[in-house]
């Protein structure tokens, strides 16, 4: 990425804070579980391309695994929707997550904040519909959270819809889940925004 491609990305995204009343600028490293990733959030140009992509309908129920300081779930819960489910390990970053998503501006769908290791069982995967991860850790915790997930369709059957934000080290996990196949993937080359590969995914009938 050039210069001035960042350079315009960093005051979009500040436009777009103003204009959802959130701050979720900055970075933060942490060493709370050794598969944790440090805090970084997508620009508001690729988030819009996503949600848009994935189609959400009022029934859904969206479910950021990771969410730090919550960009994409507010983002997501101005959309018509169920319901907007962030879930994060760093009680920091969930205050922040909490604190952005009380004030958001233009909100459609209530926010629930989730202070709790991913793979944690005291966090209900039953009744997401689509999913978003942007590489919030490695592929121990990524095989974990997809069983968890996987293990709710027997009891909440449904189509999951799964998005995946990645340097394409972990992506492998989601192929070998036996659960869900890639359906489409964007690399950076694409446009200037997308810094890492995202990729689409659909749950699939198993027996």
């Known amino acids: ?85 962030a879930v994060e390990i760093h009680p920091e970053l969930c205050a922040i997550a909490r604190h952005n998503s009380g004030r958001l501006r233009g909100a459609k769908a209530p926010v629930e904040i989730v202070e709790a290791p991913a793979q944690a069982q005291v966090v209900d995967y039953s009744e997401g519909t689509l999913f978003f991860i942007n590489r919030s850790f490695g592929p121990e915790t990524l095989t974990m959270v997809l069983e968890q997930i996987r293990a709710t369709l027997s009891t909440h059957p449904r189509i999951i819809k799964f998005v995946y934000v990645n340097d394409q080290s972990e992506s492998h996990v989601l192929q070998e889940s036996g659960w869900l196949e890639r359906v489409e993937c964007w690399v950076p080359n694409q446009w200037s925004q997308l810094d890492n590969p995202v990729s689409f995914w659909r749950s699939i009938n198993i027996t």
């Open 1 to 85: 990425m050039t210069s001035l491609s960042r350079y315009i990305r960093k005051v979009r995204n500040a436009v777009w804070e103003v204009r959802l009343n959130i701050n979720t600028n900055g970075r933060l490293k942490h060493d709370l579980h050794p598969d944790s990733h440090s805090y970084a959030s997508c620009a508001y140009t690729v988030i819009r391309r996503i949600l848009d992509r994935l189609e959400m309908k009022e029934r859904d129920v969206f479910m950021d695994i990771g969410c730090g300081k919550g960009r994409v779930v507010c983002c997501a819960a101005r959309r018509h929707i169920r319901k907007a489910v």
